[in-house]
């Protein structure tokens, strides 16, 4: 059961446009999420993060927008830039709870931001 | 300051051989998470260690242990290796159990 769902593999946008990257999930103790950027032979760079208890938070280009009741949180890149082009992986951690040593990441979604 | 380092980079085994891998963590970080990300999928999580103590397991079959040292580096090792374990593993390195993952570039495993 994949917990974590990022249902568009990819998304094209034109540089200095939106970038809007969706993600679902459907456990209910899921209170920290955070989303991640993937280049190709790297490991995932953390980009930002949202705790349960705000529905909103900022971080220059970026912004992570959490609505708790459908179970869904988005990332929004203003204005998109070329440099990026990447994976973009949702996570998220059940820190109150039992398993708050680990991450649940979705299958991610390729974004590429076209000049 | 050096991030996570994890060695080797790349790797080839044949079926049913055993794989080590290695990881560093960033100097004071005392956590060490291990993820495998199959190609089209996310990371999913084997293992965390906290103060050489595993905290957590993912579901993994018992061929797939690793272990934490006294200096926090870790090792991922995989008995009886199947194709499907081809992938690249990860590591990651936090101060606290929950806090603030940095990623490893990975290391990339093909089992033919």
């Known amino acids: 059961d994949q917990q974590v769902k990022q249902n568009s593999p990819s998304l094209s946008v034109q540089e200095g446009r939106i970038s809007i990257l969706n993600c679902d999930y459907t456990n209910s103790m899921f209170d920290y999420f955070l989303w991640y950027k993937k280049y190709p032979a790297e490991g995932p760079t953390f980009l930002i993060s949202?705790?349960?208890?705000?529905d909103k938070n900022e971080d220059g280009r970026f912004t992570v927008f959490l609505n708790k009741s459908a179970k869904h949180l988005s990332l929004h890149i203003v204005p998109s830039q070329p440099g990026d082009s990447a994976v973009y992986f949702c996570?998220?951690?059940?820190?109150?709870?039992?398993?708050?040593?680990?991450?649940?990441f979705g299958k991610g979604t390729l974004l590429t931001v076209n000049p | 300051d050096a991030g996570v380092t994890q060695s080797p980079t790349h790797l080839i085994k044949t079926r049913g051989q055993h794989v080590t891998l290695r990881c560093s963590p960033i100097s004071g970080h005392k956590s060490v998470s291990w993820y495998q990300q199959v190609l089209g999928q996310g990371p999913q999580f084997i293992f965390q260690?906290?103060?050489?103590?595993?905290?957590g397991r993912g579901n993994f079959p018992d061929r797939f242990s690793a272990r934490q040292f006294p200096n926090y580096s870790s090792e991922l090792n995989v008995n009886a290796l199947l194709l499907g374990d081809s992938a690249l593993y990860l590591c990651a390195s936090s101060l606290r159990v929950n806090y603030g993952y940095t990623f490893g570039s990975g290391t990339r495993l093909t089992v033919v």
């Open positions: 260690y906290y103060e050489k103590e595993e905290r």
């Open positions: 996570a998220a951690s059940a820190n109150s709870g039992g398993s708050n040593y680990k991450l649940t």
């Open positions: 949202i705790s349960s208890i705000k």
